[in-house]
Structures are given as C-alpha cells and as structure tokens.
C-alpha cells in the first residue's frame, strides 16, 4: 500500500465535494484522504498550513477566482501543487491556469477516476522536481558563501607577510576569481533550468492531460495539436540539457581533442536526420557535399558543432529552406549553414558569442543562450575559424573553417 495523499479540495458547492470523493474513493491501488473548503479566505488560511500534498481548486468561489487563489498560495510560498477545476475547457483557460502556476487544470463533470489520479500523480512528481532543483540551488549558494569567505580570509593573511608571498597572494586573487565565476555559472545554471524547465514540463502535463479528453471526444485535430506541443517540448528539454553538459564540460577543461578518421558526409546526413523531428510543415533541409568524404577530427565534436547551428537555424526560421553546404579541398573543411529566417539585429552581433547572450528580436523563443557560445568554443578547440553573415529579416549563414589531417 502507497502512501497516503491528503488532498484539499477549495469549492463553493457541497455536491462537488461529494463527486471528487467518490471517483478517489474509485482509485483502487492508492489510498487518499480529501479534506473540504468552501470559500477563498479559509482556504489560504490552510494552505499556509502546508498540510496537503495537492490541492484542488474550483475556477469560481463566490466573488474571488480560484486563480486569484493560486497566486495568493504561491506568493505565500506554497510548493506542493494546485490544480484548477473549471468548467471551461479551451486554451484562453489553460494558458491561465499556466500562468497562475497551476500545475494542472481539469475540466469539471467529464474528470475520471484515470485522469484525476495522473493529474495528481504527475503534478506531485513535478512538484518534488522542482524542489530538489531550488534544493540544489540553495546548497551551491552555501558553498559559494563558504568557499569565497574562506579565500578572502587567505587573502587577508597573505597581505601581511613579504613581497615573495605577494605574489602568491596574486595567484590566489585568480584562483578566486575562478572559483567565483564558476560557482556563480553553476548557480546559473540551476536557476536558468528552475526556470525554463516549467513551461515545457506544464505544456507536457497539460497536452497529456488533454489528449485523453478529446480521445474521449474522438477530436484527432486537436489531439494531433496536442502531440506536436509534447514533441516540441521535449525537443526544447533535451537542447536545454545538452547546452548544460556541454557548457559544463567546457569550463571544466575535460573535453580533449582527440581525432579519428570518419566520413564527413555520413555524419551530416545522421545529424540531419535527428532534427527532422524538430522540423514543422513548412520546414525543409537540404543538404550538399563536395570533395573528399574522409576528415581527421574529433568526430563528437563536430557533431555537437553541426547539431547546435542546424537546430538553431531550424529555430529561429519557421518557414523555408534550410542549406548545409560541406567541402573538404584535403587540407580545410568548410561547413555552411543558411536559414532564411528572422536575422540578427546589428547592435547584436557584436555579442553574438558571449555567454547567456540572447538578440533582442529572439522575442519568446525558447533557449538558453548558450549554443553559439558552445559552438565558439568547440570551433577554437578545433583550432578552426567561426564567421556568419546575416541581414535582419532575411536569415543568417554561419561559416565554419577548419584545418584537417588525413
């Protein structure tokens, strides 16, 4: 037998209480116990307690809304999930609901036994999720206080004894630096992922969520809308991701350039073909070698280079024709990616590479702001040559050169 789920139900109508109680009472393999407020103030009094572990909240309670409710509970510091109960079943809705914080949102009088417990399942895993991820964050921010507390004592010792020491105290001055900037990047890190992490995560639950109700409906327009959102957003996880072990990788100097032989042609078309996904309708990429097939490179690294500008040019250019362009003339390898997409503005492009930067006109694309810097520095591991030409509203082409062996 699981654990028991103590559940709060927020709703201004008895009836209601008596229906939500009777399909947990049909959840066979868990065990629940639900708990029953009628109005808005005596709810936030209780879920200040922090008592539950979800929380059920209808979208009308009298004069208030029930997302007035799951501000006021989040500002208070509510980290256990609420989910809203409404009546009104289309995107204005969700996107409320998502903005408010809900971790989910049911529609009242089609809600089953099957879907209130994936509802309430998924959305105490994320919960706990985003807990350890905050959880982390605190920790890193303990030791950084720590570690720079303890350097800056060593500094102040240093600063009383000779010139030769000096020096050392120079060199400890850099090692803290170093260690500052890394820990802060590590803090970063955690902070960006809290929060890129939780639209693609609540666009997933949601989606989910939905596509058991319109396969009730039998609607497979709006089923297939709902998958595309889910395949969207994992893509947008799984860049996230890479973006950090790369980064991580990077700054931590263990990325080695090691090379082998392997067939540069074959590499593009697998790394083309595992962005088809990322792909919309319109979308297409086309692709075109010359010369030599055979480079001497590290073959990982190249890929990562390869994967991190079709994606962005697959981003940031939702319509049209995608180019990749290879040439090996023995002694360089060229690369080409074009798109024909938004541009980048010109008082950006001075910034184009710095770390976490991202171009004005980037609007609500997801991203971190981190690949073309990533790209940067796998180009100069290469000991390569990185160059793009782009006109605002027109697309962008990034130029890779690097010296090969044989």
Aim: aromatic share 6%; glycine share 6%; charged share 30%.
């Amino acid at each position: 037998m699981e654990d028991l789920i103590r559940i709060l139900l927020v709703d201004d109508d008895e009836e209601d209480f008596f229906i939500t109680r009777d399909i947990l009472n049909d959840i066979g393999h868990r065990k629940y116990k639900i708990e029953w407020i009628l109005n808005y103030h005596d709810a936030l009094h209780v879920i200040n307690q922090q008592r539950h572990d979800v929380y059920l909240i209808d979208y009308r309670l009298g004069v208030e809304s029930g997302l007035d409710l799951i501000k006021s509970a989040i500002r208070n510091g509510c980290a256990a999930p609420l989910i809203l109960l409404t009546g009104q079943g289309d995107i204005e809705t969700d996107e409320q609901a998502m903005k408010a914080g809900a971790a989910d949102y049911l529609l009242k009088g089609r809600i089953n036994p099957k879907d209130l417990e994936r509802s309430i399942r998924y959305s105490i895993q994320n919960a706990k999720n985003i807990t350890e991820i905050q959880k982390l964050n605190i920790e890193l921010e303990e030791r950084v206080q720590k570690r720079t507390s303890e350097l800056f004592d060593a500094i102040k010792k240093l600063e009383e004894i000779n010139k030769k020491q000096r020096q050392a105290e120079a060199e400890v001055r850099k090692a803290l630096e170093k260690e500052r900037e890394l820990n802060e990047l590590k803090s970063r890190f955690v902070t960006i992922a809290s929060h890129e992490f939780r639209t693609p995560l609540s666009t997933i639950l949601s989606s989910a969520s939905l596509i058991s109700k319109y396969n009730q409906l039998d609607d497979k327009e709006k089923i297939e809308k709902h998958i595309v959102r889910i395949k969207s957003s994992v893509t947008n996880l799984t860049g996230i991701l890479n973006d950090f072990l790369s980064i991580s990788k990077l700054e931590e100097g263990v990325i080695s350039n090691e090379p082998c032989n392997f067939n540069i042609k074959e590499l593009t078309e697998e790394v083309i073909e595992e962005m088809q996904g990322a792909l919309n309708s319109v979308q297409k990429i086309e692709y075109h070698h010359s010369g030599s097939e055979s480079v001497f490179l590290n073959k990982q690294i190249v890929k990562n280079i390869l994967l991190n500008l079709i994606s962005n040019a697959i981003k940031y250019s939702k319509d049209g024709l995608i180019k990749v362009i290879s040439e090996n003339n023995i002694s360089k390898i060229k690369i080409q990616v074009k798109d024909q997409g938004i541009g980048i503005p010109e008082e950006d492009k001075q910034f184009l590479f710095s770390r976490f930067f991202r171009a004005h006109n980037s609007g609500n694309i997801q991203g971190t702001g981190l690949g073309l810097y990533i790209v940067k520095k796998y180009v100069d591991l290469l000991n390569g040559k990185l160059e793009f030409e782009s006109e605002l509203g027109k697309g962008t082409t990034f130029f890779l050169e690097i010296n090969i062996g044989l």
